[in-house]
C-alpha cells in the first residue's frame, strides 16, 4: 500500500513537473526531463535500498535510521561502481591485433 501511494505522488510531480515546463519553450523541456529522470531514479534507488528491510516510518526517531540505512547502501553502490572502474581500466583493451604482411 505504501509503495502504491508513493508511485501515485511520484506520477502526480512527474505530471506537474511536465505541464510546468511543458508551456514553456523547448530548452525548458530538456531540464524537465532531467528532474524527471532524477526523481524516478531517486525513488528506485530508495526502493532498492529498502528492499526485504522492515523499518517504521511512522516514528521521526526512525528518519535517522532511514537516512543512514540509504547513503550507506548509496556509498557502497558508488563504491561498487568505483571498484569496477578501476578493473576496467586496467584491461587491456588493444583488440586483436593482427600482423601485417610486409
Do not use: C, P
Not at 13 to 38: D, E, N, Q, S
Amino acid at each position: 500500500m505504501v509503495v502504491g501511494i508513493a508511485f501515485l505522488v511520484i506520477a502526480a510531480l512527474v505530471i506537474g513537473i511536465w505541464l510546468l515546463f511543458g508551456f514553456k519553450r523547448m530548452k525548458h523541456k530538456f531540464v524537465a526531463i532531467i528532474l524527471i529522470g532524477l526523481l524516478l531514479s531517486g525513488f528506485y534507488s530508495f526502493k532498492v535500498a529498502f528492499k526485504g528491510k522492515e523499518i517504521s516510518r511512522n516514528n521521526i526517531s526512525d528518519v535517522g535510521k532511514i537516512f543512514k540505512t540509504y547513503f550507506s547502501w548509496f556509498g557502497t553502490a558508488f563504491g561498487n561502481l568505483k571498484t569496477i572502474t578501476g578493473q576496467a581500466v586496467k584491461m587491456d583493451w588493444s583488440g586483436n591485433q593482427t600482423a601485417k604482411a610486409t
